[in-house]
């Protein structure tokens, strides 16, 4: 049985994903209206394709290039963000107390503990918002569908 810490580490990883999209989308179309460009649809329908894209393949990279790394062809290639961060502190490229730094990279692990078993004064909020999120996407899924079937049903039909 897959465990709930499991899921809510995809759920948010998946989140984290999103926002990555969201910004690159948002810096593309900066981009193009800085540049005189905000008219091209089709320039801007082409990034867009091309971002989907980009996130629909990444998690299948990701688990291509650990299917590799864990059959030894690509050993040398590991990347690993809190890696490169302590590597960073290391080599003094930040200052930071060594416990803080500790408890920054702890900090998912801890809150996806602690909501996965309800635990500590921040897990019923976050729980909270995640069930107001899930019931907002269903209930605007619901609205855009008696919309369009109300313009559907408005329209008329040729015999």
């Known amino acids: 049985m897959i465990s709930i810490s499991a899921i809510l580490d995809v759920f948010i990883t998946l989140n984290i994903l999103i926002l990555v999209a969201f910004s690159g989308w948002?810096?593309?179309?900066?981009?193009?209206?800085?540049?005189?460009?905000q008219h091209a649809y089709r320039s801007h329908l082409k990034l867009l394709n091309a971002l989907f894209l980009a996130i629909l393949i990444s998690p299948a990279l990701i688990l291509m290039l650990n299917a590799l790394q864990t059959h030894g062809f690509t050993a040398h290639l590991k990347f690993n963000l809190s890696d490169q961060v302590v590597s960073h502190y290391l080599s003094g490229g930040f200052d930071m107390k060594a416990s803080?730094?500790?408890?920054?990279?702890?900090v998912r692990g801890a809150v996806t503990e602690n909501v996965a078993n309800a635990a500590g004064l921040g897990a019923p909020?976050?729980?909270?918002?995640?069930?107001?999120?899930?019931?907002?996407?269903?209930?605007?899924?619901n609205f855009f569908s008696i919309l369009s079937l109300q313009n559907s049903a408005s329209k008329p039909r040729l015999a």
């Open 125 to 141: 909020s976050i729980i909270a918002v995640f069930l107001l999120g899930g019931c907002d996407i269903c209930w605007e899924a």
């Open 100 to 106: 803080d730094l500790e408890r920054l990279l702890a």
């Open 26 to 37: 948002w810096i593309c179309r900066y981009l193009l209206r800085s540049f005189g460009l």
